[in-house]
């Protein structure tokens, strides 16, 4: 079953930028059946949409977010990656890449049915 | 963006109770309301989407119900493995958003 895996730095320094990469098996990110979402959690917190991209290079962000994000997909790595830039302690959270599924006759999306481990990111000089 | 609003924040219910979550989304979002079970340390768990379709996996004692702007996530039994915090999404339109949680515990 696909799987997906975040890799990146643990720590961040302010004002710099943090980056992650979501790695996925057992599937691929060329599926035209879903799109491929960050989300994070702050410390006992709700969870937080960043944005997701889709194979072909099609993006949304959260307008909260939108001037520092940056989301990418890779097919050949079959991977997609976040960057987030000028951190502050704000920042400091679990990170999670998902899995969003959409029906591609009708257009609708239907829930995140596969999700990574998460990864925790500390922003500290 | 469409807000989401969920009762209670937390629970505290015996093992076998009904349990019931509410989710309330500032506009109407039709049936594109998600639900997920978070379990202490773990990624998020997709449990219902489309309102009321049980995900593959997930024990029938769990259904969803709702459209339009009120949702209702019940557990039907409690059971011990379900202590977790339970978030709604609606998948209507972006920026996707998330309720603020319900944290269920054992009485």
């Known amino acids: 079953q696909v799987q997906l895996q975040e890799s990146g730095p643990g720590l961040v320094k302010p004002s710099e930028t943090l980056s992650l990469i979501c790695s996925v098996s057992g599937g691929s990110v060329n599926s035209g059946s879903h799109y491929w979402n960050w989300i994070r959690q702050s410390p006992g917190k709700g969870l937080e949409w960043i944005g997701y991209v889709f194979y072909s290079g099609s993006i949304s962000y959260s307008p909260s977010l939108k001037s520092r994000v940056t989301i990418s997909v890779d097919t050949s790595m079959n991977q997609f990656s976040l960057k987030l830039s000028s951190v502050t302690a704000a920042d400091t959270a679990v990170y999670f890449c998902?899995?969003?599924?959409?029906?591609?006759?009708?257009?609708?999306?239907?829930?995140?049915?596969?999700w990574g481990h998460g990864t925790t990111v500390i922003v500290s000089s | 963006d469409i807000q989401l609003t969920q009762s209670p924040s937390s629970l505290a219910a015996f093992v076998g109770d009904r349990v019931t979550i509410t989710c309330r989304a500032s506009q109407n979002i039709k049936n594109y309301l998600n639900w997920y079970q978070q379990k202490s340390g773990k990624g998020p768990e997709l449990l219902i989407s489309?309102?009321?379709n049980l995900e593959s996996g997930v024990p029938s004692r769990f259904s969803g119900s709702g459209s339009g702007t009120e949702f209702t996530l019940t557990i039907s039994s409690l059971q011990p493995e379900d202590i977790a915090t339970f978030y709604c999404?609606?998948?209507?339109?972006?920026?996707?958003?998330f309720g603020q949680g319900t944290k269920v515990e054992i009485k």
């Open positions: 489309l309102g009321s």
């Open positions: 999404q609606q998948s209507h339109s972006t920026p996707w958003t």
């Open positions: 998902a899995r969003d599924r959409r029906n591609k006759t009708v257009g609708f999306h239907y829930g995140m049915d596969v």
